[in-house]
């Protein structure tokens, strides 16, 4: 049941308690009950807008950053990925597999901050031992969704 | 120079066949002007998901393009095609057909349809039709040869068929039983012992049941009831599906008939000589459909379960009755208490509200005092769309 409110939540964070009752045939008290356990357990960690950033003259750079760490005594990696998401420019921190171990996406209003960011902040992280910066160019999906030429698809009024 | 009478606008210059003529002219038609004169509507009056196709089915479909698959396949259909539908009717109802010899590809169930009417029908043969039915029932009938004889049903019986009056109507004329569930433009579904009714008169009387499920996905909190998988009746059966419901590939125009060899190899005669073979790529989309569509397939319904809820619950918070539909993507609510008929109903809506319903009545007199309400539409259209009408209704209650 959770689930379903869930589901329909990341669909549209904006549905109320009222409209997730009538969808899914629970009470609203119910609906309610559980988003607030929800909200307290963290399993909802927040509500909020996916932004189209090119459609405001506001200038946004983003960069992919991969991390080579070395595993630090006793903490492995997760102390130093807390030393690096703690910055409010990361928007994303994943432990990833492969040829490097934290994929990091970083937010900044010039390249020359996120430039500022790596060389002054991340590579003085004790256990950070390489960085490789890849600059975003365009984004074409955004969390699921297209950010530019989604088109409309007209359907006929009236079908029998 | 050529008067406008001349090119025969008004004139009787062209000869159209008594057969034609005798289907029905559609009294919807000048509903459909009207809203085609309308901006900004909000239509519930569709009969298909508002989906786009799911794009891995898509993608494969461009792929084979690419590749050069552009030739006709064989009349039946690709071999490929039919091993994968023999495996999901195998699978889901533990029917077991021939690819070779007993399932045939066809431009949509519209297709399938036709051919098996013309395949078994000899002039003035009938065949028996629940009544409210999907409007192409009767004609492809008709353009048959045949007679549509309809046997009423009812909201207090959830629109359900009754074998009794099934039987009743039964002479040495008919051939068929034609039947549609889950149902357009009700949403009804037949239960499995209502259904095992039907075909025990259906194989009493040596009657081919003809079944259009096309909607068999489409069920909420019920189980579809493949008729051709109750007891002994594989044989009794023509059996119709599609991609188009489930998947979301109406444009795609991809369909199947799974029947007797004896009347696919009929079916397949006239198929060969007026269609060829159905499209190439859709039956490559059809292919992929098959074989890793189910996901896709199931969140779209979890997804339409969703907003019937809504549908359903808004109607009758109304005061439009409204049975519990079981399947598809169709409401049916009653529209008596406002005094109009359908027409007037569904007209008046659109011109005060621009919201399009279609009127129950397009699809049999036991239509009339309903609306066919679909829901696949987003949450917020059908929202807007109950407000409306709430509006509507209010204004309109017969005091």
Redesign the interface.
Known sequence: MLNDILK?LEN?AR?TPK?IA????MSQAEVSRLIKQALKDRTILKYKAIVNWDQVEDEHVWALIEVKLTPQKDVGFDSVAERIYRFPQTRTVYLVSGTYDLFVLVVGKSNHEIADFVSQKLSHIEGVNETVTQFVLKRYKEDGEIVEGKEE?K?????? | MVSKSKLGVHSKKYHISKRTNQLSPSGIRKFFDLLASIEGVISLGVGEPDYATPWHIVESAIESLEKGQTMYTSNLGMPELRQELARYLQHHYDLQYDPNTELLITVGVSEALDLAMRAILDPGEEVIMPDPHYVAYDACVILAGGKAVTVPTYEEDSFELSAADVEACITDKTRAILIGYPANPTGAVMSREKIAEIAEVARHYGLLVISDEIYAKLVYGVEHTCVAALPDMKEHTILLGGFSKAYAMTGWRIGYAAAPKEIIAAMTKIHQYTMMCAPTMAQVAALEALRSGEESAAEMVEDYGRRRLVMVKGLCDIGLSCFEPKGAFYAFPSIKKTGMTSEEFAEALLKEEKVAVVPGSAFGDCGEGYVRCCYATSMADIEEALTRIKRFVSRHQRS
């Open positions: 329909i549209d549905t409209q009538e969808m899914t045939g698809v359907r006929q009024p009236v079908i029998l």
